[in-house]
């Protein structure tokens, strides 16, 4: 568009059909997933997901050379299936415990260790070699998985999950030779659930947290040591009401760590037994995020002694804190939010950052000089930005005079304009403890560039407020989130920002739920779009997988038919009068095809309209860039089929 045309000259074009030079195969294609970096002096490592190889997923190696390298090959996949969520699937080997020759490692990548996608097992990368298993082949197929990788004194140091043959899951934390050859030893066994391992400086010592059922690492765990010489183990931190997260050595003696008792996820010191506890910087800010994968760290200590932190409310700024002054310092870098991920060689410091213009990037950071040098942008060419929309973070005022929080997109476009007010599709986040950010999506431009605005609301219940917004679905899953999202579209249509007979509402998983019950409870919205989203609670309850078998407990409460009957989607599917669109995966562990299933046959018996689309594959959360694209042409048609356009 020529600088000359201003908005007045524009084209009035109706909504939902303006041109946009963003496609359904741009948006699946631009979802490289860039997460989990690691460093070691020069050598900046990360993860790397690839829908357009059918959603492999790769470990790329940047060496000192400046060089990008991809280590894994096809058809080798690095990912891992602990909690079926996974997390950071590979290790980086030392060069001294690989064997490697000098400066091998600074070209070539040196060695990693990584869990294969297709039958769980740990494999050793070296350079120039082939993969080779390191953990035995189980009798269960996929039977043993590994997560929380970290490699110390020649040895792997992990997470284990053992899947039993009558169904059963059960954990424990082992080490494992690295060069293979002898059975996995078990070194901590006898709870639900553990992450976040750290072992002490003097090697003595395994920090590590951990928690039972029926509680989630967001409600309730602790952080534990033991000592390696004896086995013998005893609690530091935490319990059934405070969430302990991300422990690290300060010394051989001491701790630094992550706590919500204050009712915000803060930091502090304390010493190994459990004494000298101290907040290195309270404030009403969260230092972390929901343990939904494991291997994360948020934050890295340095060799001067400093912290790089992440903070905030809402996204997480990078920032350098010093635990003897308290002194707090954002660094001025080009990315407005970061993952929970950070890792350090003990100067500079490796992250996955974003921008609402900027793309995920794997970015490095110079502790000292500051200097920002970005390693790999997840979208490689973005369209002009004048077609990406610029969130906007409101409060709106809920029921019962809760706040909700949000972030508006407006529909825009450089070419044309519309008339009259607009349409716009409630975004509802999965989890549902989890959070919506303010990252690009060029999901999100697909649909304001053509002339449908966007909210994503981040309802009560959401991460990145503390812990007493986080609480609030306690026992209420279904209604608070419910309610949450049809009083954000009221507000909208209130406020003459949208076409109230033009609100749409589409989620995923925990999203889907929220997506489905609002649809029959409440008559705001001109159509759903619940993507592979919990319909029955009980059969959800059954049939999910361990890690969130008892989560359902929490957000609603003890199994009782009459409840859930009267809670679950499934349960006040008459009251949907508006289309619906659902989409599932059919090889999804987490939410069954069934849930889908039963929810699309029970609209069909009543005569509502409903397109339930399914794919081969597939699993929690579209992966194959075929899938994405044909996912979201259809659900682009499903928008202009209700809005009219």
């Given at each position: 568009?020529?600088?000359?045309r201003?908005?007045v000259?524009?084209?009035?074009?109706p909504?939902a059909?303006?041109?946009?030079?963003?496609?359904t195969?741009d948006?699946a294609r631009?979802g490289?997933?860039?997460?989990?970096?690691?460093?070691?002096?020069?050598?900046?490592?990360?993860?790397?997901?690839?829908?357009?190889?059918?959603?492999?997923?790769t470990?790329?190696?940047r060496?000192?050379?400046?060089?990008?390298?991809?280590l894994l090959?096809a058809p080798?996949s690095?990912r891992?299936r602990v909690?079926e969520?996974?997390?950071?699937?590979?290790?980086?080997?030392?060069?001294e415990s690989?064997?490697?020759?000098?400066?091998?490692?600074?070209?070539?990548g040196g060695?990693?260790?990584?869990a294969?996608?297709?039958?769980?097992?740990l494999?050793l990368?070296s350079?120039g070699?082939?993969?080779?298993?390191?953990?035995?082949?189980?009798?269960?197929?996929?039977g043993?998985r590994y997560?929380?990788l970290?490699?110390?004194?020649g040895?792997v140091?992990?997470?284990?999950?053992?899947?039993h043959?009558d169904?059963k899951?059960?954990?424990?934390?082992?080490?494992?030779?690295?060069h293979?050859?002898?059975?996995?030893?078990?070194?901590?066994?006898?709870c639900?659930?553990?992450?976040?391992?750290?072992?002490?400086?003097?090697g003595?010592?395994?920090?590590?947290i951990?928690?039972?059922?029926?509680?989630?690492?967001?409600?309730?765990?602790?952080?534990?040591i033991t000592?390696?010489?004896?086995?013998h183990?005893?609690t530091?931190?935490?319990?059934?009401s405070?969430?302990?997260?991300?422990?690290?050595?300060r010394?051989?003696?001491?701790?630094?760590?992550?706590?919500?008792?204050s009712g915000?996820?803060?930091?502090?010191q304390?010493?190994?037994?459990g004494t000298s506890y101290?907040?290195l910087?309270?404030?009403?800010?969260?230092?972390?995020g929901?343990?939904?994968q494991?291997?994360?760290?948020?934050y890295?200590?340095?060799?001067d002694?400093?912290?790089a932190?992440l903070?905030g409310?809402?996204?997480?700024?990078?920032?350098?804190?010093d635990?003897?002054?308290?002194v707090?310092?954002?660094?001025?870098?080009p990315?407005?939010?970061?993952?929970p991920a950070?890792?350090?060689?003990?100067?500079?410091v490796a992250g996955?950052?974003?921008?609402p213009?900027?793309?995920?990037s794997?970015?490095?950071?110079?502790?000292?000089?500051?200097?920002v040098?970005?390693?790999?942008r997840e979208?490689d060419?973005?369209?002009?930005?004048?077609?990406?929309?610029?969130p906007?973070?409101?409060?709106?005022?809920?029921?019962?005079?809760r706040?909700v929080?949000?972030l508006?997109?407006p529909?825009?476009?450089?070419?044309?304009t519309?008339?009259?007010a607009?349409?716009?599709v409630?975004f509802?986040?999965g989890?549902?403890?989890?959070?919506?950010?303010?990252?690009?999506?060029?999901k999100k431009?697909?649909?304001?560039?053509?002339?449908?605005?966007v909210?994503?609301?981040n309802?009560g219940?959401?991460?990145?407020y503390?812990r007493?917004y986080?609480?609030?679905?306690?026992g209420?899953?279904?209604v608070?989130?419910?309610e949450?999202?049809?009083?954000?579209?009221?507000w909208?249509?209130?406020?003459?920002?949208?076409?109230?007979?033009?609100?749409?509402?589409?989620?995923?998983?925990?999203g889907g739920?929220?997506?489905?019950a609002?649809?029959?409870?409440?008559?705001?919205?001109?159509?759903?779009?619940s993507?592979y989203?919990?319909?029955?609670?009980?059969?959800?309850?059954?049939?999910?997988?361990?890690?969130?078998?008892?989560y359902v407990?929490?957000?609603?409460?003890?199994?009782?038919?009459?409840?859930?009957?009267s809670r679950?989607p499934l349960?006040?599917?008459?009251g949907v009068?508006?289309?619906?669109?659902?989409l599932q995966?059919?090889?999804?562990p987490?939410?069954?095809?069934?849930?889908s299933?039963a929810?699309?046959?029970?609209l069909?018996?009543?005569?509502?309209?409903?397109t339930?689309?399914?794919?081969?594959?597939?699993?929690?959360?579209?992966?194959?860039?075929?899938?994405?694209?044909?996912a979201?042409?259809?659900?682009f048609a499903?928008?202009q089929q209700i809005?009219h356009?």
């Open positions: 568009m020529s600088p000359e201003d908005a000259e524009r084209d009035a074009v909504y059909a303006w041109p946009s030079p963003i496609s195969s948006v631009a490289v997933g860039l997460s989990f970096p690691a460093m070691a002096g020069e050598q900046v490592w990360w993860i790397e997901d690839r829908p357009a190889e059918g959603g492999r997923t470990i790329m190696h060496g000192a050379d400046g060089a990008r390298r991809e090959a080798w690095a891992t909690h969520y996974g997390g950071r699937p590979y290790a980086v080997v030392p060069d690989a064997g490697a020759g000098p400066g091998e490692g600074s070209g070539s060695s990693v260790v990584f294969n996608l297709a039958d769980q097992r494999y990368l350079p070699a082939e993969p080779r298993p390191i953990t035995p082949e189980p009798d269960v197929e996929a043993l997560a929380d970290l490699v110390h004194d040895q140091w992990c997470v284990r999950e053992r899947h043959d169904g899951v059960s954990r424990s934390i082992v080490s494992i030779p690295l293979g050859g002898a059975e996995p030893r078990e070194r901590v066994g006898g639900d659930f553990y992450a976040s391992l750290a072992i002490s400086p003097d003595e010592h395994l920090a590590y951990c928690w039972n059922h029926p509680r989630m690492p967001w409600n309730g765990t602790e952080l534990r000592r390696l010489s004896d086995g183990s005893w530091v931190k935490g319990g059934a405070e969430s302990v997260l991300a422990p690290q050595w010394d051989d003696r001491t701790l630094y760590l992550i706590s919500d008792w915000w996820w803060n930091l502090y304390i010493g190994m037994y101290q907040a910087y309270p404030a009403e800010e969260e230092f972390a929901p343990l939904w494991l291997g994360g760290a948020p890295a200590v340095l060799d002694g400093r912290l932190v903070h409310q809402g996204d997480l700024r990078l920032g350098i804190l635990p003897v002054s308290g707090l310092t954002d660094l001025d870098v990315y407005s939010g970061w993952s950070l890792a350090s060689d003990g100067r500079m996955i950052g974003y921008g213009a900027v793309p995920l794997v970015v490095r950071i110079d502790a000292v000089t500051g200097r040098e970005g390693l790999r979208v060419e973005l369209p002009d930005v004048a077609y990406l929309p610029r906007e973070a409101v409060e709106v005022q809920g029921r019962f005079g706040r929080h949000a508006v997109y529909p825009s476009n450089p070419e044309v519309g008339e009259g607009p349409p716009y409630l509802v986040h989890g549902p403890t989890g959070h919506s950010t303010t990252a690009l999506d060029l431009a697909f649909l304001t560039s053509r002339g449908i605005g909210i994503d609301v309802y219940g959401s991460t990145g503390g007493a986080r609480d609030r679905l306690r209420q899953w279904g608070v989130d419910v949450d999202c049809v009083a954000v579209a009221e909208l249509a209130a406020r003459g920002m949208a076409d109230p007979a033009r609100i749409a509402i589409r989620g995923g998983s925990a739920w929220t997506v489905m609002a649809c029959a409870l409440s008559d705001v919205f001109a159509g759903g779009v993507y989203g919990v319909s029955s609670l009980a059969q959800f309850a059954e049939t999910t997988h361990d890690f969130e078998s008892r407990e929490w957000l609603v409460g003890p199994s009782d038919p009459v409840l859930y009957g679950e349960g006040q599917v008459a009068t508006c289309p619906m669109l659902l995966g059919l090889s999804d987490v939410v069954p095809p069934a849930q299933q929810f699309a046959d029970a069909a018996e009543r005569g509502v309209p409903c339930y689309l399914t794919f081969e594959g597939e699993a929690h959360g579209f992966r194959r860039a075929e899938t994405r694209s044909a979201l042409a259809t659900e499903f928008y809005f356009t």
